[in-house]
């Protein structure tokens, strides 16, 4: 997905052993973020796996998340082409903004810079 290259079939059926029998993704919310990133490429916009992933990253945040998996998230989405005006982009970037201190996150440059780069990724 970095490259902008769609995933390859073993990508995919990785994916899939992550799934129960509906389809939908058991690993919690990396590889669900990653899989709507890679369902998005492959089988392009909209699809019925890209957008299950997106509604349940939206729908099933939890307590605990923060910068990172707002950051990871994104960053898979973007890797994949999804644009800022998808409402679960919007959602996380919102939520990113609001974990943003103004001085960046200064124990972690690593997230600092990150967040840097989807900011200029996503225009925002």
């Given at each position: 997905?970095?490259?902008?290259?769609?995933?390859?079939?073993?990508?995919?059926?990785?994916?899939?052993?992550?799934?129960?029998?509906?389809?939908?993704?058991?690993?919690?919310?990396?590889?669900?973020?990653?899989?709507?990133g890679?369902?998005?490429?492959?089988?392009?916009?909209?699809?019925?796996?890209?957008?299950?992933?997106?509604?349940?990253?939206?729908?099933?945040?939890?307590?605990?998340?923060?910068?990172?998996?707002?950051?990871?998230?994104?960053?898979?989405?973007?890797?994949?082409?999804?644009?800022?005006?998808?409402?679960?982009v919007?959602?996380?970037?919102?939520?990113?903004?609001?974990?943003?201190?103004?001085?960046?996150?200064?124990?972690?440059?690593?997230?600092t810079?990150?967040?840097?780069?989807?900011?200029?990724?996503?225009?925002?």
């Amino acid at each position: 997905m970095a490259v902008g290259g769609a995933p390859g079939h073993r990508a995919i059926d990785l994916l899939r052993g992550e799934a129960d029998l509906q389809g939908r993704f058991t690993g919690g919310a990396y590889p669900t973020f990653a899989a709507a990133g890679a369902y998005w490429l492959k089988e392009g916009p909209k699809t019925e796996m890209a957008e299950w992933a997106l509604r349940w990253a939206r729908e099933n945040t939890e307590e605990w998340w923060g910068p990172w998996e707002y950051a990871t998230a994104l960053t898979f989405w973007g890797a994949a082409g999804i644009p800022s005006e998808h409402q679960s982009v919007e959602m996380f970037i919102e939520g990113l903004k609001a974990d943003a201190p103004a001085d960046g996150f200064g124990d972690d440059l690593g997230l600092t810079l990150r967040v840097l780069e989807l900011g200029a990724h996503f225009e925002t």
